[in-house]
């Protein structure tokens, strides 16, 4: 149990998903054959460290590792596949795709199948990465084996890191906006062209004007913030792209 099964292959699946209300068999030859892919794995879908951390890290990174030689970022859970695409509306994370182990047969042919009937959750998946190129395990990263959830080797930075150590991360970049706003507009269209990634917070939707105001004590829009420094309105903004 737990073991590390670096140079193996991964087991073969097929996994029963559901896409625009049909039924798609999708096996891992069909996920992995020819590629190289980032994996990691996670005991659940809408669970506090899996929404709040682990997903949206590998899919803020995602970019940054298809820079880096990655053709995809999978995650695999033990849930059925209507959680599993809830889960990925809901947190909006287009550059993952999901895979629903929902009878746990990946996380047991991985050696990763856990019993977290105490929780009330059954069998679940333990908690790692891998990467894995056309469908050979090259490197893997689990969490310690001790009580609870611990969430300490497996996250989006340490397999970047593991895949190119002089890489740098991307800035986390924050901008307001305001619907119908031309110089929200032209701003984002700038941090596009850039490849800036950044959050969109929309004002009237999201927040208001007086977070806006609590954060940058402006009351004009947009507002680009870049690692927890204010840049400004959309003329800052140009100018903070051109350096």
């Not at 951390?53 to 999978?74: I, Q, S």
């Not at 695409?85 to 009878?103: C, F, H, K, R, S």
């Not at 047969?105 to 199948?113: S, V």
């Not at 990465?129 to 996250?155: A, C, H, R, T, Y």
Request: glycine share 8%.
């Amino acid at each position: 149990m737990l073991d590390n099964i670096e140079g193996q292959k991964i087991p073969n699946v097929t996994f029963p998903t559901r896409q625009d209300d049909q039924w798609v068999n999708v096996s891992t030859d069909e996920l992995f054959a020819g590629k190289t892919v980032v994996v990691f794995a996670l005991p659940g879908a809408f669970t506090p460290t899996c929404s709040s951390t682990h997903l949206p890290r590998y899919n803020e990174l995602a970019g940054v590792f298809k820079g880096n030689g990655v053709d995809d970022v999978v995650c695999f859970s033990v849930n059925d596949t209507f959680v599993m695409n809830a889960w990925l509306a809901d947190q909006e994370a287009e550059n993952i795709t999901v895979v629903p182990d929902g009878n746990g047969t990946f996380a047991e042919g991985m050696g990763m199948l856990v019993d977290k009937s105490d929780l009330g959750f059954g069998k679940r998946s333990w908690r790692y990465s891998m990467l894995v190129k056309d469908g050979v395990i090259e490197k893997m990263f689990i969490e310690p084996n001790q009580p609870g959830d611990p969430f300490e080797v497996s996250d989006a930075d340490t397999m970047l890191n593991y895949i190119n150590p002089n890489v740098k991360a991307p800035a986390a970049a924050t901008l307001f906006t305001k619907p119908g706003c031309p110089f929200c507009a032209k701003a984002k269209a700038a941090l596009k062209e850039n490849n800036i990634a950044f959050e969109e917070i929309i004002l009237g939707k999201d927040a208001t004007t007086v977070s806006l105001r609590a954060v940058s004590g402006q009351t004009t829009f947009p507002q680009l913030f870049v690692d927890g420094k204010h840049i400004g309105d959309s003329e800052a903004i140009v100018a903070y792209l051109k350096g």
